[in-house]
């Protein structure tokens, strides 16, 4: 089955420790997202990517990091530099099209201790 | 810039009868509106999208939307709710020529009380 596959669901983080999220996906979209939900909040863009080798900020791209070397991965990494990192993170993906619907993973919620 | 309101932060129905679920939008172009369906701890699902043509949209589990150009809404419909429809509900848009961006709304907890 075709999808998007996020890693792990659940992690926890002592501070000062940076973490890598996983996200991969089979459905040969071209552009992959990293967003931040907070209770109340709705959906922040943190990293956005529309092609392999290529990757833009959102709206809260400090004390995060991405990279995109193939076209079915797309993991963030939370640094020490984020000074409020427990959220739930979902990533993203669509088609190169304006018109498509993104498809989401079923999360990875982090908690620093 | 495309920005999305949704005014509501909770609706209330009861089982069986109609709900709505509102949106109003902003975009300097045509829009491209989407509705997606949130349960706990789980990503967020697709449920319907305007692209363009009739301006009644159905989507999965009997949602429907009506775009309505001046008033600049996209309603999110149900003839009779469920109480499995407890959900939080997104409403984005995405703007033609525009962004590639999607900007969502800030979500509407649905509650369907049997």
């Known amino acids: 089955d075709g999808g998007i596959t996020q890693s792990p669901k659940y992690l926890f983080r002592k501070e000062g420790q940076n973490v890598t999220l996983s996200c991969e996906q089979n459905l040969n979209h071209d552009a992959m997202y990293w967003y931040r939900q907070d209770p109340g909040q709705g959906l922040r863009l943190i990293y956005y990517s529309q092609i392999v080798n290529d990757f833009q900020k959102g709206d809260i791209a400090e004390g995060y990091s991405v990279s995109r070397e193939k076209k079915e991965s797309f993991p963030l990494t939370v640094t020490s530099a984020q000074k409020n990192p427990t959220a739930f993170y979902l990533c993203?993906?669509?088609?190169?099209?304006?018109?498509?619907?993104?498809?989401f993973g079923e999360g990875s919620r982090l908690t620093v201790l | 810039a495309q920005s999305v309101a949704q005014p509501e932060d909770q609706v209330n129905v009861a089982e069986g009868n109609p709900l709505t679920v509102k949106c109003t939008y902003s975009?300097?172009?045509?829009?491209?509106l989407f509705w997606y369906v949130q349960y706990p701890n789980r990503g967020l699902q697709f449920l319907l999208k305007y692209i363009t043509g009739d301006n009644l949209v159905k989507g999965s589990y009997g949602f429907e939307a009506e775009f309505n150009k001046s008033q600049t809404s996209f309603h999110l419909k149900k003839p009779s709710a469920l109480v499995s429809d407890s959900a939080l509900y997104f409403c984005a848009v995405r703007d033609l020529g525009g962004s590639y961006i999607p900007t969502f709304g800030r979500g509407t907890s649905l509650i369907v009380h049997p």
């Open positions: 975009v300097s172009g045509n829009p491209y």
């Open positions: 993203a993906s669509t088609t190169g099209h304006n018109t498509g619907e993104l498809f």
